[in-house]
């Protein structure tokens, strides 16, 4: 089983990126997924949450209102749509899910078992 980030890249400050989140061999529809993000230097913290069925979303205060978390179970793939970019939001972005299958987890990493390679996002101001 293994998580696939993809759609980081450079963008300039104001601007959006969509990141995508698949797997291969589990069905993400079962769990809850997350991204979190680690700048260099910092410790990885929490960006957002979704539940398995789509219904319940959670956002880390900073990108509340600028970046939204979606699903779609049918292509087994989780997204983070990020608009208004800051330079702040520079940072590998990595998805993330836990080893419960229909169990919302906290925004702790600890919470989060089954982790992708990460993709990187570059916002120049």
């Known amino acids: 089983v293994q998580l696939q980030a993809s759609g980081g890249g450079l963008v300039q400050a104001g601007g959006s990126l969509r990141l995508s989140c698949s797997a291969s061999?589990?069905?993400?529809?079962?769990?809850?997924m997350g991204w979190f993000r680690q700048a260099p230097g910092k410790e990885r913290e929490f960006v957002a949450a979704?539940?398995?069925?789509?219904?319940?979303?959670r956002y880390e205060d900073s990108v509340k209102g600028r970046f939204t978390i979606s699903r779609d179970n049918a292509k087994n793939t989780v997204y983070l749509q990020m608009n208004s970019l800051q330079s702040e939001d520079t940072a590998v972005y990595y998805c993330?899910?836990?080893?419960?299958?229909?169990?919302?987890?906290?925004?702790?990493?600890?919470?989060?078992?089954?982790w992708g390679q990460g993709t990187l996002v570059t916002v120049s101001s």
């Open positions: 061999g589990r069905p993400l529809s079962r769990y809850a």
């Open positions: 993330a899910h836990p080893a419960e299958r229909h169990w919302m987890p906290t925004p702790q990493p600890a919470d989060f078992v089954f």
């Open positions: 979704i539940s398995w069925t789509g219904t319940t979303t």
